[in-house]
């Protein structure tokens, strides 16, 4: 047998720490290839990590709470090997991970100190104690899993030894109806639970009967007791950190410049009434941010030299190919702001797919990083907390953030065909343009804004057809 370390992968693009937040496994577990062993929280995301290799869990060399570098060890896991019971290596002699190439893996190279804590929590033992030196008497390993023969019935997949297989649209499911896959038997072939298996368990568990709920939901940010009248103090890590840092960068390095427009978007509003009802649509979520994102995408297209970034270090302008459309997210970690990549190119129900899929996970606090760079344009939604506008920061490295305030019934005056006038109640919003003064003039950001106010005012078939 042998032991290999497992070290802290970069789990998005130029992260260089994260905090433990749960661990799926405990020492004596067996693991599989790309088992999620361990979920830790970057200043982007949450993240479960798949181990690239099997066995079984000897030591959990970082706690629940610790924050560690990139290419630091935080699992040691016994592996089968070619020499027959070797001695356990001295601490720092464990042979490192070397499995198979996963997505995101691979340790920067000489990074592999821990960091100090940053949070209570245990201190973790020396590296890959004898079991016997343990400080509780751990659960008996699981011997290695015989395969089951053709005619055994399949059994739950339960515990943290292994993942309960699924197919994504099944999980979804399952997460709708708040049934915990690990507690579901499955019936499909391979031991695969089935859609069928989680609706089952979803009427068993709403009779009374059967598989609990699941309870795991995106952690809220923390909050430290004190006494009434005295001060709280929160540490600022993680998402709060990283937005915190990224705006005074942002709104001390681009010359902001805001632009407003109001809007009536009577025909918006019927359009989306419209698209509700048509049969097409029934699969994904319609709704006025659909239009708006639609509409600044077009713009966009037709005012490419808005979607851009400036490059200090090599003084150009850099023009993006295709619209990467960040929707700013409020989750309760802090602000997001995930992005459809090539939004301009997806048809109207493409894009109302992407929105609904972006939108949720990012509440959820799953949000890839991968999805949370790239952006070449932002849309903040203030309307939904009943705001009218705003003079939104730029995500740094894009040149426009346009912010959609809410949609109010207003009097308006109304100009009919042959040049008369009157007052009627219309559907209202009003639109704000934040840009880069370096790269985008007055004239480009007001013909910006009043082209997506002139797409939402009437919109058309433009948006079917885009």
Known sequence: MAVKKFNLPDPGEGLTEAEVTTWKVKVGDTVAVNDIV??????KSLVELPIPFA????ELLVAEGDTVDVGAPIIAVEVAGSDPEPAAPAAGEAEEASGPNLVGYGAKA?????RARKSGGAAAAPAAPAPAAQAAPAAPRAPAAAAAPPSAPAQPLTGAQTRALAKP??????????????????TGDGGIVTRADVEGAAAASADGRGAT???SVA??????DAAPGTEVRVPIKGVRKATAEAMVASAFTAPHVTEFVTVDVTAMMEMVDWLKRDRAFADVKVTPLLLVAKAFCLALRRHGEANASWDQAAQEIVLHPQVNLGIAAATPRGLLVPNIKGADRLSLHDLAAALGDLVGTAREGRTQPADLSGGTATITNVGVFGVDTGTPILNPGEAAILAFGAVRRMPWVVTAADGSESIEPRWVTQLALSFDHRLVDGELGSKLLADVGALLHDPGTAFLWA
């Open 38 to 43: 361990i979920e830790v929280e970057t200043a």
């Open 55 to 58: 066995g079984t869990v000897l």
């Open 110 to 114: 000489g990074s592999t100190r821990r």
């Open 169 to 186: 649209p099944v999980r979804k499911l399952a997460k709708d109806l708040g049934v915990d896959l690990q507690s579901v038997t499955p």
């Open 213 to 215: 709920p699941s309870a």
């Open 219 to 224: 952690p809220a940010p923390q909050r430290l």
